[in-house]
């Protein structure tokens, strides 16, 4: 249909909508970031336990990235290539830790590992803790972030049907070399954008985080939570400006799931 | 016959190596992990839970929570709805980048939002101190916990409606126009039964989000028991004393109604796919 042309009203109030709540906060963000300058942001960043964070983020960041680009390809094959019994019910539980509110994540895993769990006897033993340290920090970023990698892949997997890799493994090519030379040419830009949103999810979480964390300054804070221990210290332009990092990161997230929305657009076309 | 009709449809290989990973996966992240919400509420005899659920300041929470999310949802419909018209039948400038900044709330950590929305509402805050000559205060009251949930929900409703807007033919909305309807008469009743059911998951979703949120209401909350505390801060609370079996409970009815929710959301769904085949 040809697009009419644009009436004004509607569009103001979308614009001032969007001003007033997505752009204002990126704005207020940065400005409170810079407002001792660009050397007090550097001070404020390379401060030690900013950094002691931040090292912990990206630790956190690779392990659930890892994991869930791993995990996101094998079970969106296992749902999209075969046809059995129970496949709906397993579509659902892969979806449930983006129904599930980040508190709770972070209680189930206090549950699972913490004080009062039957395997805690056991965890002792071999001298393995993970509330309150980096292992529950980091199964509670993949918790969170499971469903990412699978979600963007499925569709399109669906989308492009199985006809060319059963012809291929009719004439005898094997799984890997199906999937490298069938399967990820097609997949290739939704896989990139939801290791995007996996990286950028991971990096940000902070509800289930938080729960586990125990807030052990230095040693289980990661960037979210280091900007809500400054936040209340009420140091707000450290606070700020270790947001900014983050803000910049969604920024260049947005740009990129353009760029890949338009790729993959042209590719279908084609 | 089934059997060999299943055997015949597994000619790719790796079924056996996807299905482990993936259920392997399942199993130790989701399964076990949620499974221990009801090993820790079996130490709650019955009276317990409920006493628990209707404590009064467990209701509170839950009425906080609910009422929030379901205004700031229906904020987030109307706009959303709006958004998405805008966004696929008007071109004008810089539309592509509206389009992308839909997208923020997905991208930016709750936690910044939230600091964010209550530094800016706050009574000397660039938004608030407009709204406190007014006499109206918005962080730190259930105004600035609707806000921050309009926030995190705004993604919702437009990206279920956009894709069902781009594929409505025009032609239908031409042929109303032809035989005299006007504009709101055309709106409501042809293009708005169409885009009803994704409008309505849109809802449902923006409300499963906004009830299960933390970090970006956590700030901007202020958190007084009865008046701001929402039933995430009440679980976060109960954990910080190690009542984890309360906790327990709370997370439980919390897990309920998202269900409920999504299960709703489903049913319309599928109904609409009905309708349309």
Same mark, same amino acid.
């Given at each position: 249909m040809e697009k009419k042309k644009c009436r004004p009203v509607p569009v103001i109030i979308c614009a001032v909508f969007i001003a007033l709540f997505l752009i204002l906060p990126l704005v207020f963000v940065i400005t409170e970031a810079f407002s001792d300058g660009l050397a007090g942001w550097w001070a404020n960043i390379t401060e030690r336990y900013t950094v002691k964070a931040l090292k912990l983020s990206l630790l956190s960041m690779v392990a659930a990235v890892v994991i869930n680009t791993v995990f996101g390809l094998f079970a969106a094959w296992a749902l999209t290539r075969y046809y059995y019994r129970g496949q709906r019910i397993l579509n659902t539980l892969i979806d449930i830790p983006l129904s599930v509110s980040p508190v709770i994540a972070g209680l189930i895993f206090i549950l699972t590992f913490g004080r009062s769990s039957p395997l805690y006897p056991l965890l002792q033993q071999l001298h393995i803790s993970v509330i309150y340290a980096v292992p529950g920090i980091i199964i509670a970023t993949v918790f969170v972030t499971l469903p990412y990698v699978s979600r963007e892949i499925i569709p399109v997997l669906n989308a492009i049907g199985t006809a060319e890799e059963e012809a291929a493994a009719l004439m005898g090519a094997g799984g890997w070399k199906i999937f490298r030379k069938i399967t990820l040419p097609?997949?290739?830009?939704? +896989?990139?954008?939801?290791?995007?949103?996996?990286?950028? @999810?991971? &990096?940000?979480?902070?509800?289930?985080?938080? #729960?586990? !964390?125990?807030?052990?300054?230095?040693?289980?804070?990661? +960037?979210?939570?280091?900007?809500?221990?400054?936040?209340?210290?009420?140091?707000? !332009?450290?606070a700020f400006a270790v947001s900014s990092l983050l803000v910049i990161l969604a920024i260049i997230l947005l740009v990129i799931r353009s760029v890949v929305e338009h790729r993959g657009g042209k590719n279908e076309q084609v | 016959m089934d059997k060999t009709l299943l055997k015949r449809k597994r000619i790719i290989p790796g079924f056996g190596l996807s299905m482990g990973v993936t259920i392997a996966m399942l199993s130790i992240i989701v399964l076990i992990p949620l499974i221990s919400i009801f090993w820790k509420m079996a130490e709650l005899s019955i009276g317990e839970f409920f006493a628990v659920i209707f404590h009064r300041r467990t209701l509170a929470a839950f009425g906080v929570s609910i009422l929030c999310s379901a205004l700031a949802?229906?904020?987030?419909?109307?706009?959303? =709805? &709006?958004?998405?018209? *805008?966004? =696929?039948?008007?071109?004008?400038?810089?539309k592509r #980048?509206?389009?992308?900044?839909?997208?923020?709330?997905?991208? &930016?950590p709750t936690a910044i939002a939230g600091i964010a929305l209550t530094s800016l509402t706050v009574n000397t805050g660039w938004v608030g101190s407009v709204f406190a000559k007014l006499g109206i205060?918005?962080?730190?009251?259930?105004f600035g916990?609707?806000?921050?949930? =309009?926030? *995190?929900?705004?993604?919702? =409703?437009?990206?279920?409606?956009?894709?069902?807007?781009?594929?409505?033919?025009?032609?239908?909305?031409?042929?109303?126009?032809m035989l005299g309807a006007g504009r709101r008469t055309t709106f409501l009743r042809v293009v708005l039964p169409e885009i @009803?059911?994704?409008? &309505?998951?849109?809802?449902?979703?923006?409300?499963? @989000?906004?009830?299960?949120?933390?970090?970006?209401?956590v700030f901007i909350a202020g958190n007084q028991p009865y008046k701001t505390e929402i039933a995430s801060l009440l679980i976060m609370n109960q954990l910080q004393e190690y009542d984890y079996a309360e906790a327990a409970a709370i997370a439980l009815v919390m897990l309920i109604i998202a269900f409920v929710v999504l299960f709703v959301m489903n049913v319309i769904q599928s109904r609409a796919a009905r309708r349309a085949s």
């Open positions: 097609h997949i290739k830009w939704s +896989l990139l954008y939801g290791i995007v949103l996996c990286t950028a @999810r991971s &990096l940000g979480e902070f509800g289930a985080v938080s #729960v586990i !964390s125990g807030h052990l300054r230095g040693r289980t804070n990661t +960037l979210p939570l280091h900007i809500e221990i400054l936040y209340n210290e009420f140091q707000y !332009s450290p | 949802a229906l904020v987030n419909l109307v706009m959303g =709805v &709006l958004l998405a018209w *805008v966004l =696929v039948r008007y071109e004008f400038p810089l #980048v509206m389009d992308g900044l839909i997208e923020l709330p997905f991208a &930016l205060d918005i962080a730190y009251t259930k916990i609707i806000i921050a949930m =309009v926030f *995190v929900g705004i993604p919702f =409703v437009v990206r279920t409606v956009q894709p069902v807007l781009e594929k409505l033919d025009g032609s239908y909305e031409e042929a109303a126009a @009803r059911p994704a409008a &309505l998951t849109g809802f449902g979703l923006a409300f499963a @989000r906004g009830l299960g949120e933390y970090g970006s209401v």
